[in-house]
């Protein structure tokens, strides 16, 4: 079955540091991949996605993630952090199956 | 202003009693799901309609059943069959046309089984 592993459950970061944040994934066919974002009291909404192409991808927020297909890796990453991104952060794979399959999530807070 | 709504925010019920949440969309999306969200163990698919009048089961149906009389409208009826119904559940739609494998989430409903 496929599955999404994210690494870290919560991550605390000072402002201006620098984030990157794990997601594994089983699927060794054609995946499209996700990260999604929740903010404190708003909807789940889309960070960026990657379908095909350039395996280095960027989002809104300054957000940018890469695509490593040997390592069935999508790891997200920001080079210096805001107290805005404190958020819950989620990674997702649409495999062969049509469906989204989420990771378990990754609660980031951003000190100021 | 098009989007997702999912009423009520909040919602309390009894053991044994079931309960229906809302989802509507605006959006002339054609797929619709729903997901259930618990802590540290992120979404998980509960039913999904793909097209009006069709729907299938997700990873954890099981308690749970839908309807999708009308394409903007995908309620999910949590039963007193499932075990573990205290949960925020989110409704979600997609289209393939337009921006195939993107859903777009409501504000979710959190419900309270007691």
């Known amino acids: 079955a496929q599955s999404v592993s994210q690494h870290n459950h919560h991550v605390i970061l000072s402002e201006a540091a620098s984030l990157e944040l794990g997601c594994n994934y089983s699927?060794?066919?054609?995946?499209?991949l996700f990260w999604y974002v929740q903010y404190p009291g708003q909807h789940l909404q889309l960070l960026l996605k990657?379908?095909?192409?350039?395996?280095l991808v960027k989002g809104i927020k300054g957000f940018e993630a890469e695509f490593i297909k040997s390592k069935f890796s999508f790891n997200l990453r920001k080079p210096s952090v805001q107290w805005s991104d404190t958020a819950e952060y989620f990674c997702a794979v649409k495999g062969n199956t049509g469906k989204l399959i989420f990771g378990q999530g990754t609660t980031l807070q951003v000190k100021p | 202003d098009g989007g997702i709504t999912q009423s009520p925010k909040y919602l309390f019920r009894k053991e044994g009693q079931n309960v229906t949440l809302s989802c509507e969309q605006n959006?002339?999306?054609?797929?619709m799901y729903w997901y259930r969200q618990d802590p540290g163990q992120g979404l998980r698919l509960i039913y999904y309609s793909q097209i009006v009048n069709d729907f299938q089961k997700g990873d954890i149906a099981e308690g749970y059943s839908v309807s999708r009389e009308k394409k903007e409208s995908f309620p999910l009826t949590v039963t007193s069959a499932q075990k573990n119904p205290t949960a925020f559940y989110l409704c979600?739609?997609?289209?393939?046309?337009?921006?195939?494998?993107?859903?777009?989430f409501g504000p979710g409903t959190r419900l309270t089984v007691t």
């Open positions: 699927y060794g066919g054609t995946v499209n």
């Open positions: 990657y379908f095909s192409g350039d395996p």
């Open positions: 979600a739609s997609s289209s393939q046309e337009l921006r195939p494998g993107e859903q777009y």
């Open positions: 959006l002339n999306h054609d797929a």
